[in-house]
């Protein structure tokens, strides 16, 4: 059966087919179609049409759609699950996890909804202001174009969709050639609400096509999830449209000398270094160790890896799965080739099948290899010795990336320190820099973008203040 996208609302289909097979054996995952130009052409036309309306939308609509998807998604949570395994080799584990977040997320993107209230300015505080008050409220910037990655293909959608329809701008979600359909079967939830004709479309068109939409006049804002050049190729192609990029990274954790649990660290080191194949902006590439404890978190880490179980995606009990494609997976062999070439020590893994990489762990690695200094998008940590806590920020530093950074402390002193010195846009204290809450505020510094997802934080991002003071009040 093709898989219809979505257009203002409504299902439709073209000619241009496309084959989507599973990254893992090749497998037929499922099939839909590029949307037409005039049916790019009408999706655009609609958002526009329909931006003032649905900006007015009361509250309560816009929550109760929102509400209905994040049920709607945890009724059909197994079904979703398996189908974001089909289509991008993700461990069915994984995949469930991403579905009970994309449901948290619209849960809470309903919550704020109700809530998203503006605030209350008293002005007297100077004698020329006094019986003058402001009420600073948001509103949509416009239409929003969402274009989506293939790492996450549900809640980073969700991270698109759920905020825009909390505040009530239209949207147009891109959803990456490799992985539409579980966004094309989000749009079957969204169509299921009472949401405006042209609110929202799910338009599955080839990255080329993607330009004449950001260039788009009717779309004042785009937010881009994906690689730093693409991403500020649009940020310098659009520079005076509110632009929101999410650009990944190369992550860090430390491990400071006062950490009890080592082996717990290395565990989680080893797990989310290696999770949805390394493919994740947040994934461990790098960390940093006090020589004191180095030796025993190395060898616990490796010890780790070796345990994490490889092989069919759809097997609850594989962790790690395949690159997203054979090219993806070749550039992650050339460049740990190229680390171990230039004197980088191989402690476990270096080797590839297919689209498989196996979950690799290297140290003594030169700092201007790939692996250290670019971001590897795949299933590689490379573990350092380091002389201080110092020493360690100065290397997390180092980095002209700064998603987030994990720290393994129990000294409060350290965290403050590391949350004033770390160029990073948040740092997990206890973990490693894998976490997120999708209520929290996410995003980076320097390359990593610019803006913030995270429900609430994405809300006033695609918002603007509008103020309205009121004059002669008895405050």
């Known amino acids: 059966m093709n898989t219809p996208y979505w257009v203002a609302g409504q299902a439709a289909s073209s000619d241009d087919l496309v084959e989507v097979r599973s990254p893992h054996d090749g497998s037929l995952a499922g099939t839909t179609s590029n949307a037409s130009a005039e049916d790019v052409e009408r999706a655009v036309a609609a958002a526009d049409g329909v931006a003032e309306e649905f900006a007015s939308l009361p509250a309560h609509a816009r929550a109760a759609a929102l509400d209905h998807v994040s049920r709607r998604l945890a009724e059909r949570s197994d079904e979703v699950a398996a189908l974001i395994t089909a289509e991008s080799g993700k461990p069915l584990k994984w995949s469930r996890m991403e579905v009970a977040r994309a449901v948290s997320t619209f849960r809470w993107a309903a919550e704020e909804a109700r809530r998203f209230s503006g605030e209350l300015q008293r002005l007297d505080t100077d004698p020329a202001a006094t019986g003058r008050m402001a009420l600073v409220r948001r509103a949509p910037r416009g239409v929003v174009l969402g274009i989506a990655p293939f790492n996450f293909p549900l809640n980073l959608v969700a991270h698109k969709v759920a905020p825009a329809i909390a505040v009530g701008a239209p949207i147009i979600v891109k959803p990456a050639p490799a992985t539409p359909l579980v966004s094309l079967l989000l749009g079957s939830l969204l169509a299921e609400t009472d949401l405006p004709a ?24 785009v937010s881009f999830t994906g690689s730093a050049p693409v991403g500020y190729g649009i940020l310098d192609r659009v520079p005076r ?41 947040i994934s461990v590439q790098r960390v940093y160790i006090h020589r004191d404890v180095y030796d025993a978190v190395a060898d616990a880490v490796v010890a780790h890896v070796r345990k994490l179980g490889t092989g069919e995606p759809d097997d609850p009990s594989t962790d790690v799965g395949p690159l997203i494609n054979e090219a993806a997976a070749r550039r992650v062999e050339t460049w740990v080739d190229e680390a171990v070439a230039g004197g980088a020590r191989l402690l476990t893994g270096g080797t590839r099948d297919g689209a498989a990489y196996a979950p690799t762990v290297l140290a003594d690695v030169p700092e201007d290899c790939k692996v250290v200094d670019e971001e590897v998008f795949g299933p590689v940590v490379v573990l350092a010795p380091v002389d201080s806590v110092e020493d360690a920020f100065a290397k997390v530093n180092s980095s002209r990336f700064g998603l987030q950074a994990g720290l393994f402390t129990h000294d409060v002193r350290v965290a403050f320190r590391a949350s004033k010195r770390l160029q990073v846009g948040g740092v997990i204290v206890g973990d490693v820099p894998s976490f997120r809450a999708d209520q929290m505020p996410y995003g980076g510094l320097k390359e990593s973008g610019t803006g913030r997802e995270g429900v609430h934080a994405a809300m006033e991002d695609l918002t603007e203040q509008r103020v309205l003071v009121l004059t002669g009040l008895d405050l």
């Open 198 to 221: 042209g609110s929202w479309s799910v338009l599955p068109v080839p990255n080329e096509v993607a330009a004449s939409l950001v260039d788009d006049p009717r779309l004042p804002v």
């Open 241 to 281: 449209k509110h632009v929101v990029l999410e650009l990944g990274g190369n992550a860090a954790a430390v491990v400071c000398p006062d950490w009890t649990d080592l082996d717990w660290a290395a565990q989680r080191i080893a797990t989310f270094s290696m999770y949805q194949g390394g493919q994740s902006c």
